[in-house]
């Protein structure tokens, strides 16, 4: 079965390849992704899918759904398709939904007397902002069983982990005043600013290991011969392993900028960005697909990743094991978000990397559908990693 999917997968590559390369030609930015969710529903129904447009409330989300027999595991396939503005498909989210349309096709011409689900989700935006927790909160992905993704990278391998992070804007208000002739009559609001960021600094030596603060100042105020009553900054806060963990720093933080204004005579406004939760991995899956990497020849297979940064996939992570097989496509010194990336999205290393990733997740998904046991494996190890995670 495994030899059929895999030649199957060859077979069709060039189509998809082809499609990879028209998504890559026509990069889009977050939540204006038309013409890729055109395409790749467009294929999708071609293929039997059943496709809905909109979903969760997002113009450019879709869902499609094909259904082989009856009952048998629901898997999701989850595809990124926005591009870096000014930089284009620099890290490589137009490769997705080919490789996992790729794998689908492969699995509906072998798998065909086995009962099972696809429900393939078009997610956009990642690049901006937490789309699947938006996906997530208005209903998307409580329909399959698993999650899979797959990402262009500098080698191959699978996350463990991936930083949870709170993103702040603090903005003080101090008393402008001329600092030669009345400096007595100032509030220095840069000056609190300078405080938090100090602050922050001085925080950074009594956090965990897998603690990650940071800061910019965005609006210092007035020249140097005036006393600014106004200076803004953002702050982020990230944690890799404990979301509860980081409600702990939140409220640290909190103190830092009561006490910047305090010192200084100011008062402040906090305004909450966006909150990305952390991954809870789910290993045994993550064995599954390694282990099926390896045996269709995927490039230079790695360690798990464990230091990684922050991604929207973690929303879904947080209620449905899953996991994201990170392909090679480009050879090191070259990383994601570089016109160097970008440049090579269309590469025969690219598409060799749509075609191992494809054959990777469609063998890992008949393990799945044809080893009862499995996915029932896969889920109580998850479980106890999310109730560690708690």
């Known amino acids: 079965m495994k030899k059929a999917l895999i030649s199957k997968a060859e077979a069709l590559a060039?189509?998809?390849?082809?499609?990879?390369?028209?998504?890559?030609?026509?990069?889009?930015?977050?939540?204006?992704?038309?013409?890729?969710?055109?395409?790749?529903t467009q294929r999708l129904a071609q293929d039997g899918f059943?496709?809905?447009t909109g979903v969760g409330g997002l113009p450019t989300a879709f869902r499609a759904v094909y259904q082989q027999g009856q009952g048998g595991p629901s898997i999701g396939?989850?595809?990124?398709?926005?591009?870096?503005?000014?930089?284009?498909?620099?890290?490589?989210?137009?490769?997705?939904?080919?490789?996992?349309?790729?794998?689908?096709?492969?699995?509906?011409?072998?798998?065909?007397?086995?009962?099972?689900?696809?429900?393939?989700?078009?997610?956009?935006?990642?690049?901006?902002?937490?789309?699947?927790?938006?996906?997530?909160?208005?209903?998307?992905?409580?329909?399959?069983?698993?999650?899979?993704?797959?990402?262009?990278?500098?080698?191959?391998?699978?996350?463990?982990?991936?930083?949870?992070?709170?993103?702040?804007?603090?903005?003080?208000?101090?008393?402008?005043?001329?600092?030669?002739?009345?400096?007595?009559?100032?509030?220095?609001?840069?000056?609190?600013?300078?405080?938090?960021?100090?602050?922050?600094?001085?925080?950074?030596?009594?956090?965990?290991?897998?603690?990650?603060?940071?800061?910019?100042?965005?609006e210092p105020g007035t020249p140097s011969n005036g006393i600014p009553s106004e200076a803004a900054g953002k702050f982020l806060?990230?944690?890799?392993?404990?979301?509860?963990?980081?409600?702990?720093?939140?409220?640290?933080f909190f103190d830092v900028v009561k006490g910047a204004a305090l010192m200084t005579g100011t008062t402040y406004d906090i305004d909450e960005g966006v909150v990305w939760p952390n991954k809870i991995p789910?290993?045994?899956?993550?064995?599954?697909v390694m282990s099926n990497a390896a045996e269709v020849g995927c490039p230079e297979l790695a360690p798990p990743r464990v230091r990684t940064?922050?991604?929207d996939f973690a929303a879904v992570l947080q209620h449905v094991p899953g996991v994201c097989l990170r392909i090679k496509m480009?050879?090191?010194p070259v990383t994601s978000h570089t016109p160097e990336f970008a440049a090579a999205g269309n590469s025969e290393m690219a598409h060799n990397a749509i075609l191992k990733s494809a054959q990777a997740l469609a063998c890992s998904c008949a393990d799945?559908?044809?080893?009862?046991?499995?996915?029932?494996?896969i889920q109580a190890d998850y479980a106890q990693r999310q109730k560690l995670a708690q």
């Open 14 to 40: 060039p189509q998809l390849c082809q499609l990879s390369d028209y998504i890559w030609a026509h990069p889009e930015v977050g939540y204006h992704e038309e013409e890729a969710c055109r395409v790749l």
């Open 50 to 52: 059943q496709v809905e």
């Open 77 to 218: 396939l989850l595809a990124e398709y926005d591009a870096l503005p000014g930089l284009g498909h620099g890290c490589g989210h137009h490769m997705q939904g080919p490789a996992l349309l790729l794998c689908a096709e492969a699995l509906q011409a072998v798998l065909r007397a086995q009962s099972y689900r696809l429900v393939f989700y078009g997610t956009p935006a990642e690049e901006v902002a937490p789309a699947k927790q938006t996906m997530w909160d208005n209903g998307c992905f409580r329909d399959i069983d698993i999650a899979l993704m797959v990402h262009g990278s500098v080698n191959t391998a699978c996350d463990e982990s991936s930083l949870a992070s709170m993103n702040y804007t603090v903005t003080f208000h101090g008393t402008a005043a001329h600092p030669g002739l009345y400096p007595e009559r100032g509030r220095s609001a840069f000056g609190a600013l300078q405080l938090a960021f100090h602050g922050m600094d001085i925080m950074r030596a009594h956090v965990t290991d897998d603690t990650r603060l940071h800061y910019a100042c965005t």
């Open 237 to 252: 806060l990230r944690c890799r392993n404990s979301f509860s963990y980081l409600q702990e720093l939140r409220a640290r």
């Open 282 to 288: 789910a290993l045994v899956l993550n064995e599954t």
């Open 309 to 311: 940064g922050t991604t």
């Open 330 to 332: 480009v050879d090191p």
């Open 368 to 377: 799945i559908i044809c080893d009862p046991e499995l996915l029932p494996r």
